[in-house]
């Protein structure tokens, strides 16, 4: 009998692949991993010293898989330079959800990078974003523009982390200054949400005149499409809005300025 | 603490079950007259036949299924075909690419509603008994252990943010075939008959991305294999 135990046991242990589910949780993937620290390393190859860049900016995916299907055949027809995800792969941070989010992305024709979201947190979530797209604090130059993307997930913390990472925003302002004029920042969670560290909105927002030529910032997470002013001071934050809404935002940076698109699909 | 109440009670009810099915059975065979017994001794019986109710009947060993790479445990069959049963598992999830493996308990209750003889006329006392049932339907709740999971949602989010959902207990239902050999009286040891089963099931997490998108099924299913090894 005991024979049959190890014989029966082996072919369990060696057959899991694929076809048995180890649990929700396992942070156990197949395909791609490591994508953000590729997929910036292409984006920075391409576009070092483009005049003009075409930047879809798309948000909140959870389980809208398809419009986020819908979604990715439309800023495919546009012709943008790359993606920025700004959060929330996935509803309930699974790790099957988080291969269904990366396999409808990697249909893009443009590279992409992706955020990471308050959802994404759930259970292992940000273990298995740490594995599929990398840091949660990153940042690539493209066009002489930085872009600089922020986790600002401080509740999934307990506020007990340094989220925002002050001490990133400090080495951005300054790392690889020779190469960009112009500052682009980018966060799941917008300051004053549920979300951010809300006791310290004012000291980011003086820690982000720091940042050479900030040109605006960019948000996901609240599924809406607002533009405000949300300090009174003239720097815009862009909501984008989630996929159930079917819309995104598109921004042309040029030289002068930029122009922004809002899509709906 | 309803989720712990609730084991706590599906536990207890369906440890309770063998207990009535014995009693149902116990009289027939108390034919031969019984010699007068003191009340004392007559408590002791009854005490003694209701706690061997919870004697497991078998062991169980199984892989995945929501619940880990492999899962092990005891269980207790019961009903008048064996048609109830119980198990309690303990499983191990691997490390993987996460920061630790984790430990899993599962409780888990089958329904096996018809048992077919594949050798009615073959030698049972010499070359055993074949047995298949067709049906085998489960419903488990899993456990996961470890920081990184809540059984209902930390006060640090807005209130009923995540109330549809526990990180740490998962809901599963699968169903599957069994097939068992039951061994000749003679050459029984520890065991009276083994049964290998295989089953197909989800997740309520999985179940409800069903509902919100557009998933292949295939996408949510799960092969799981194991074998039962019964005692009692």
């Known amino acids: 009998m005991k024979k049959y135990v190890l014989i029966l046991t082996t072919c369990m242990l060696s057959a899991c692949d694929g076809l048995f589910d180890i649990h929700p949780y396992d942070v156990k993937f197949s395909g791609e991993t490591g994508i953000n620290k590729k997929q910036m390393a292409v984006i920075e190859s391409h576009f070092k010293n483009s005049d003009t860049l075409r930047v879809a900016f798309i948000s909140d995916t959870h389980l809208w898989l398809s419009d986020a299907r819908d979604q990715v055949a439309d800023v495919n027809k546009r012709n943008v330079d790359f993606v920025v995800h700004c959060g929330d792969l996935t509803d309930t941070a699974t790790a099957k959800e988080y291969e269904w989010s990366r396999d409808i992305l990697q249909g893009l024709k ?156 | 603490m309803k989720w712990n109440i609730l084991l706590i009670s599906i536990a207890l009810q369906l440890c309770a079950l063998p207990a009535l099915a014995n009693d149902n059975e116990s009289p027939s065979t108390e034919t031969a007259p019984a010699p007068e017994l003191s009340a004392y001794e007559k408590h002791v019986q009854r005490m003694t036949s209701k706690w061997a109710s919870l004697i497991p009947t078998h062991m169980v060993i199984q892989n995945a299924g929501n619940m880990g ?109 069994r097939l068992t050999y039951v061994i000749p009286q003679s050459k029984r040891q520890h065991h009276n008959r083994v049964t290998l089963f295989y089953e197909v099931g989800t997740c309520d997490l999985y179940v409800r991305s069903m509902f919100q998108t557009s998933i292949p099924l295939k996408d949510i299913l799960g092969l799981s294999i194991g074998a039962k090894f019964y005692m009692l």
């Not at chain 1, 997470?221 to 909501?239: M, T, W």
């Not at chain 2, 990184?148 to 989010?157: C, H, K, L, T, V």
Request: proline content about 5%.
């Open chain 2, 69 to 177: 790479i492999v899962s092990a445990g005891i269980g207790w069959s019961y009903g008048k075909r064996h048609q109830w049963e119980c198990d309690l598992m303990f499983g191990y999830i691997p490390m993987h690419d996460s920061n630790r493996g984790k430990l899993t308990s599962t409780i888990k209750a089958n329904y096996m509603p018809w048992n077919i003889c594949l050798n009615p006329n073959g030698d049972w006392n010499k070359k055993g008994r074949w047995n298949f049932e067709p049906l085998s339907a489960s419903l488990y709740i899993n456990t996961v252990y470890g920081h990184e999971f809540w059984r209902s949602q930390p006060g640090r989010y807005p209130d009923k943010y995540y109330d549809f959902m526990s990180t740490k207990f998962r809901l599963n239902a699968a169903i599957g075939q």
């Open chain 1, 110 to 265: 443009a590279p992409f990078v992706a955020l990471i979201g308050n959802h994404d947190y759930l259970g292992t979530g940000d273990q298995s974003y740490g594995v599929m797209y990398g840091d949660k604090d990153f940042s690539f130059i493209a066009g002489r523009v930085k872009f600089v993307c922020l986790n600002t997930n401080a509740t999934e913390y307990d506020y007990l982390a340094a989220v925002p990472n002050f001490d990133f925003m400090e080495e951005e302002m300054v790392k690889d200054s020779a190469q960009f004029d112009r500052t682009i920042l980018v966060m799941h969670a917008p300051p004053y949400s549920d979300q951010f560290n809300n006791n310290v909105c004012k000291a980011f927002r003086r820690y982000l005149d720091y940042f050479p030529g900030l040109m605006f910032c960019v948000y996901g997470h609240n599924h809406d499409d607002v533009v405000e002013d949300i300090y009174n001071d003239g720097l815009l934050f862009y909501s984008i809005d989630c996929a159930q809404h079917r819309k995104y935002r598109i921004f042309t940076i040029t030289p002068d300025g930029y122009e922004m698109e809002h899509i709906t699909y």
